[in-house]
């Protein structure tokens, strides 16, 4: 049987990606499966947790045992579930692929094609809802962030990533590379655990249910230090 190390732990994790709606029937979205949010889930909730999954469009995955599921629809949708779950969480882990950006305007018929060039979609930010999460955290709360990054010729992944965890302020960021068909869908991931004190633990290739628990022996660890 596996350890329960998180047995009275209420953890919130987010899972899949956001759709951002253009009109009744298109959106923008993103290749998050949910694949890792729910294999977080699962582990978390193996290990005794009691595990609310707030999931976005996913590919067609079971729900965890044991496990609460929330749906929703858009990032503004899933910033409200989150603050809502989060307030009563003692880990929040933000697995999800979250749109960066939305449509301005939803239109309410669908758009017509038209015979001239068509409009510009104009974009607006949505809400960064882990700096939200990472700023409304209560005592002894931890909060987990992910990213997704791709290097380029001036800076690494690993480089992307120390900078997100700073800008954003998390207790823990697990960092995956991505792009060249890795991690987004796929059955397996790999990635580097960042911690504000310095600390980089590489995770190792393997099925997404081993990145979890990587994740959750890490969120262990913190719990049990004295804060
Ligand atoms: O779902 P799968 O197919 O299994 O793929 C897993 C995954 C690659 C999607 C997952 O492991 C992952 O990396 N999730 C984060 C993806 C992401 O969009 O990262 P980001 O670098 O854009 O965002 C950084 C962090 O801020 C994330 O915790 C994200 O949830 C959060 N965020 C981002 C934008 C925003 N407006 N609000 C947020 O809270």
């Known amino acids: 049987a596996l350890p329960r190390t998180l047995e009275g732990v209420h953890v919130a994790i987010s899972a899949g990606g956001t759709r951002e709606a253009l009109d009744p029937v298109r959106f923008i979205g993103n290749r998050s499966s949910g694949k890792q949010g729910y294999a977080l889930a699962r582990v978390a909730a ?3 947790a009691r595990v609310t999954l707030v999931a976005g469009n996913t590919a067609d995955l079971a729900t965890p045992a044991g496990v609460d599921l929330v749906r929703i629809g858009s990032a503004v949708e899933l910033r409200e579930a989150m603050h809502e779950v989060a307030a009563d969480a003692d880990v929040v882990v933000m697995a999800a692929a979250v749109a960066d950006f939305r449509p301005v ?123």
């Open 105 to 227: 305007s939803l239109t309410g018929h669908k758009i017509k094609k038209t015979d001239g060039d068509p409009d510009p979609i104009a974009l607006t930010k949505n809400p960064d809802i882990l700096v939200e999460l990472v700023a409304a955290r209560r005592p002894g709360q931890l909060v987990v962030g992910f990213a997704a990054e791709t290097g380029d010729e001036t800076t690494s992944v690993l480089d992307y990533g120390r900078a997100k965890l700073r800008r954003k302020g998390c207790d823990l960021l697990v960092l995956n590379a991505v792009g060249d068909g890795k991690a987004f869908e796929q059955e397996d991931n790999a990635g580097w655990l960042l911690s504000p004190d310095g600390s980089e633990i590489a995770i190792p290739h393997g099925p997404k249910t081993q990145v979890a628990s990587a994740v959750w022996d890490a969120v262990t660890a913190r719990l049990t230090q004295p804060q």
């Open 46 to 48: 193996q290990r005794g």
